[in-house]
């Protein structure tokens, strides 16, 4: 998650940099917690991983429509009609 917020903090709203903040704060002090129970772990894992999927979801759907994949651009560039048909050479010879 703090990679996360890092490669993207000039994306982020101050609102969901604040939430990020939060959750990696109780992120580490369950992780300096020596008396934690396995279903108590398991639950809190649950919970943070839901909320940065929701997170990464947003973020990661805004960045694609931003920045549209480079195999689509190739596909489309493909699909011209005014493309010129490649010359086939015989290799034999």
Known sequence: MENMKNDNKDKIPEDE???IDELLKEANELK???????????????KF???FETLMGKYAA???SANPNSADV???E???DDA????VIDADK
């Open 84 to 87: 010129p048909e490649a010359e």
């Open 17 to 19: 940099m604040t939430k």
């Open 32 to 46: 300096a917690k020596e008396d934690i129970t396995k279903e108590e772990l398991d639950k809190e894992i649950e």
């Open 74 to 76: 190739i596909e489309d």
């Open 78 to 80: 493909s699909n011209k």
């Open 49 to 51: 991983s839901k909320e």
């Open 62 to 64: 805004a960045n694609n």
